[in-house]
């Protein structure tokens, strides 16, 4: 297992280079088996969380060629309809997107139903009401969801979801691009990723609008057809490093990425005190005078990702003042405060919310990392903590960031990866 190792203090100054949407390329990785003929996309970033869904498509047989250079082509031409294996499904939860394209494709479906995580319990039954309005029959069956659509195939239907879920609005697209007659999706998540995803499908022939909308209408097509699409910059890893430049009182350019993907964090930076601007090749993070606690709420896109709470939590952690921070998606993204404590932050939890009381400085320790977003929190502290910090467990760092040491060490941080 591996850690890194970080020498704190050290002000980023440089360019980074942001990859390709993790949560873009997943869903656009299971929608694939959509098709019988080639989908490639590019700019497709290598994590781990990308070769395990294409580990998961060559199970199904998709012949999976690359990926070279952030590019890869998937023929689901001789797909065949199996179960998706627990191991496999227990792993990611991600996997549960490969439910609506089997039951689309081959008119069944049996995918493991995915655990918990380290962030809540991360249920399903958005995707199953999605599946069932589009006239599919769905049980658990100890633990495996099955799903089986009409004799003639799923029909359109109207989908209302109660609150906007990124991996369910994602679901009723993919299922409803093969059904007969049209498929309307009320309050749909609007994340760029779903957006992207519409994208993807309408290049594969999809009759789709609306995507990355509260509607999304889908009209059902016979066959989908050869396609080639980009995957968007990733907004997560765009708002990781911006907090990176404030937390160290530094300067960096992030080229690739769009503002207008994070204007709710731009917001909140510039009220903390952080300059943020967009520039020809990406946008610009720097900051120069104090920071100041400011109080923020993660909400479905557009507002505060919950993916950047943490992150955020790790700024205010050396702010003048004290920051309110409301986690309003899921029930149990607290899991860095006791690592983030250990550096010496000041948080106070209060049920869904954390107060944090700015400390003059952080002082290093070992932490440990607990999920993707937590872990890069610690590596975030860690950079600005007095002493030589150590993030154990860095596997969960690398499912969800490409290159993340050598990134920050390219502008100016000190850190080292070696085994523990
Ligand atoms: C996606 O997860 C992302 N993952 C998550 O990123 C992200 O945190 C999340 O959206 C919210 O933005 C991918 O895109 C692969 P949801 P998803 O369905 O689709 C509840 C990361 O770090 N819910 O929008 O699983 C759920 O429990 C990951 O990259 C149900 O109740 O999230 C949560 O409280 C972490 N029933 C809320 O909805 C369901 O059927 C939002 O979840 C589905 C979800």
């Not at 999976?64 to 250079?69: F, N, R």
């Not at 909400?299 to 505060?304: A, D, L, R, T, V």
């Not at 943490?310 to 004290?322: K, P, T, W």
Request: hydrophobic share 45%; net charge neutral; glycine share 10%.
């Amino acid at each position: 297992m591996e850690r890194l190792v970080i020498q704190g203090g050290h002000r980023l100054e440089g360019t980074v280079q942001i990859c390709g949407a993790k949560n873009a390329a997943l869903p656009q990785l299971a929608a694939t088996l959509l098709s019988d003929e080639p989908l490639t996309l590019t700019n497709v970033p290598d994590l781990a969380d990308i070769r395990s869904m294409l580990t998961l498509m060559e199970h199904y047989g998709v012949v999976v060629k690359g990926p070279a250079h952030a590019t890869v082509t998937l023929d689901a031409a001789g797909a065949r309809n199996l179960e998706a294996p627990y191991d496999v499904v227990r792993r990611m939860r991600a996997t549960v997107l490969v439910l609506g394209p089997l039951l689309a494709r081959f008119g069944s479906a049996r995918v493991s139903q995915p655990g918990g995580c380290a962030i809540g319990a991360r249920p399903v039954d958005l995707h199953v009401k999605a599946l069932q309005a589009l006239g599919a029959t769905v049980s658990l069956d100890g633990g495996t969801i099955d799903a089986r659509a009409p004799e003639g195939g799923l029909v359109g239907g109207r989908i209302v979801f109660p609150t906007p879920s990124v991996g369910a609005t994602e679901t009723a697209m993919m299922a409803a691009v093969l059904a007969r007659g049209e498929t309307e999706i009320l309050n749909a998540a609007r994340d760029p990723e779903v957006c992207d995803l519409g994208a993807c499908l309408a290049a594969m022939g999809a009759q789709i609008e609306g995507a990355g909308t509260h509607r999304v209408l889908v009209r059902g097509v016979e066959r989908l057809r050869r396609a080639r699409h980009e995957i968007i910059p990733d907004r997560i890893e765009a708002g990781t490093y911006a907090v990176a430049a404030a937390i160290t009182g530094g300067h960096l350019e992030l080229t690739g990425a769009r503002l207008e993907h994070l204007s709710a964090v731009g917001a909140a930076l510039e009220a903390a005190g952080v300059q943020i601007w967009p520039t020809d090749r990406g946008l610009m993070v720097s900051r120069t005078g104090r920071l100041k606690g400011i109080d923020i709420t993660t909400e479905p896109y557009p507002g505060f990702p919950t993916d950047l709470q943490a992150q955020f939590m790790a700024l205010m952690s050396i702010a003048d003042g004290a920051s309110m921070i409301r986690e309003t998606v899921f029930e149990n993204r607290f899991m860095h405060v006791p690592e983030l404590a250990r550096l010496g932050a000041n948080v106070t939890l209060q049920g869904t919310t954390a107060v944090v009381r700015g400390v003059e400085r952080l002082k290093a320790a070992p932490v440990m990392a607990t999920d993707l977003r937590a872990s890069v929190s610690l590596v975030l502290a860690g950079l600005v903590a007095e002493g030589e910090t150590v993030v154990n467990r860095v596997y969960h760092l690398d499912r969800g960031y490409e290159a993340l040491d050598r990134k920050l060490v390219r502008c100016g941080a000190r850190i080292r990866r070696e085994d523990a």
